[in-house]
């Protein structure tokens, strides 16, 4: 069976992760998202909140599997047999920091490949911490994410009123 890992933050998750995802449930058997608790990124939801999100915006693809993680990312693939990292490219900024990871965690466990999925053009720009920003200044982002982080982000910012 081919696995892949999908790491990320996904504070919250966009309809650019979603495009991604929906590509590469059409290679691999298995897809697990692996949401981590990234300490130099402050979050704004919970990791349970964002794992929660992604199964909620993946209903309609029925291979992906989400789970939290920590530690080293070459440590978890091994345990999940994985064969594949996978890694999302939005511009020429993402592909330096993308380039270098992936040749630390090639060094790390040589039998898992990082593969690098082109975001659609429609987005581009999105990004988590944009999305965030737009949404708790009101903001629409209704096309940028799914109806349910819409609405999750819509609760957020009126909590923080
Ligand atoms: P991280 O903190 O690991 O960068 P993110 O949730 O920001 O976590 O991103 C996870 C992965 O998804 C990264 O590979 C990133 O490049 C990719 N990604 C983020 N936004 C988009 C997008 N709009 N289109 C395609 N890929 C994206």
């Given amino acids: 069976m081919r696995v892949a890992v999908y790491p990320g933050s996904f504070d919250p998750v966009t309809n650019g992760h979603i ?8 290679i691999f058997d298995k897809i697990i998202v692996a949401v ?10 919970t990791l349970d909140e964002r794992v929660e999100l992604i199964r909620e915006s993946t209903k309609h ?3 992906i599997e989400v789970e939290c993680f920590s ?3 070459a440590n978890y693939l091994h345990s999940k047999d994985a064969c594949a990292i996978i890694r999302g490219l ?7 920091y993308e380039m270098h990871m992936g040749m630390i965690n090639k ?9 690098f999925i082109m975001a659609d053009s429609r987005n581009i720009f999105v990004s988590s911490s ?9 903001g629409d982002v209704s096309e940028l ?8 982000l819509e609760a957020k910012r009126r909590e923080m009123e």
Avoid: M, Y
């Avoid at 495009?19 to 059409?26: C, F, G, Q, T, V």
């Avoid at 994410?145 to 999750?152: A, D, F, Y």
């Fill in 19 to 26: 495009d991604i995802l929906e590509k590469i449930s059409r």
């Fill in 36 to 45: 981590v608790h990234n300490v130099s990124k402050q979050a704004l939801f």
């Fill in 61 to 63: 693809l029925d291979n």
């Fill in 71 to 73: 530690g080293l990312l």
């Fill in 90 to 96: 939005r511009t020429v900024a993402d592909f330096e």
């Fill in 107 to 115: 060094r790390l466990i040589p039998e898992v490949d990082t593969i």
């Fill in 130 to 138: 944009i999305i965030k920003e737009a949404a708790l200044l009101g």
């Fill in 145 to 152: 994410v799914p109806e349910i982080v819409k609405l999750k």
